[in-house]
């Protein structure tokens, strides 16, 4: 069964660059659509994007060209980068995917989530 | 304000049923069968517990199901358990750029 664990920094400052990886344990990242969700406290979920392992993207226009998301197959890992960063972007960010059909649109399996703090 | 609408809250008794509605548009919810449903506890990961409308992941209990009617998707959950306090997320693909869109969340209490 796959895993997914979300690492990198708590704490960003505003105008600065978020960047989360996650790693995928307990299966391949081969033949699969890799996703990050997002969720402001107190609020509802946010689909940020996804990669697909031949590192093809696609991305939520709301985040206004400040995404990208990128693939490491040899590393087993994908990665998330806002740039420009504000109040607005602290959340607990989500990596996501399935792996019982190969689809973008629903996710069956959730990293933990990690929190981040858009603060000086 | 989120592209599917949920009701903000339900509630009902153990041992009952309820039921979620999650309305979209023609250009979502209403025009493909990529409509999922999460259930998400305080502190927590989200949980798929349908998916492709109506479909049960391996392990969710026969208690949840999922429906389509028009532009509206439902959940139901019938011998309401305490353990089912939580908030319910639905989420649709779109032909719209977003691509995936999530409703606003409903928080099942259980009286």
């Known amino acids: 069964q796959v895993q997914l664990q979300e690492s990198g920094p708590e704490l960003v400052k505003p105008s600065e660059t978020l960047s989360l990886t996650c790693s995928v344990s307990?299966?391949?990242?081969?033949?699969?659509?890799w996703s990050w969700i997002r969720q402001p406290p107190g609020k509802g979920l946010e689909w940020i994007g996804y990669v697909y392992y031949s590192g093809r993207t696609n991305y939520n226009p709301s985040l206004k060209g400040r995404v990208t998301i990128s693939v490491d197959t040899s590393k087993s890992q994908f990665s998330l980068k806002v740039t420009s960063v504000t109040a607005a972007d602290t959340a607990v960010y989500y990596c996501?995917?399935?792996?019982?059909?190969?689809?973008?649109?629903?996710?069956?399996?959730w990293g933990q989530g990690t929190m981040v703090t858009v603060s000086s | 304000q989120s592209a599917l609408t949920q009701p903000a809250s339900v509630s009902g008794s153990p041992g009952q049923s309820i039921t979620i509605s999650c309305t979209g548009t023609s250009s979502d919810v209403g025009g493909y069968n990529y409509v999922s449903w999460y259930q998400q506890h305080p502190g927590k990961a989200p949980k798929v517990i349908i998916y492709?409308?109506?479909n049960r992941p391996s392990g969710v209990f026969n208690r949840f199901s999922g429906s389509k009617s028009g532009n509206t998707a439902s959940l139901t959950i019938s011998g309401l358990q305490a353990e089912d306090e939580a908030d319910y997320y639905c989420?649709?693909?779109?032909?719209?750029?977003?691509?995936?869109?999530f409703g606003g969340g409903t928080k099942l209490t259980v009286l």
């Open positions: 492709e409308v109506s």
């Open positions: 996501a995917t399935r792996t019982t059909l190969i689809t973008p649109y629903d996710f069956e399996i």
């Open positions: 989420s649709s693909y779109t032909t719209s750029s977003t691509l995936v869109v």
């Open positions: 307990g299966g391949s990242i081969n033949n699969y659509y």
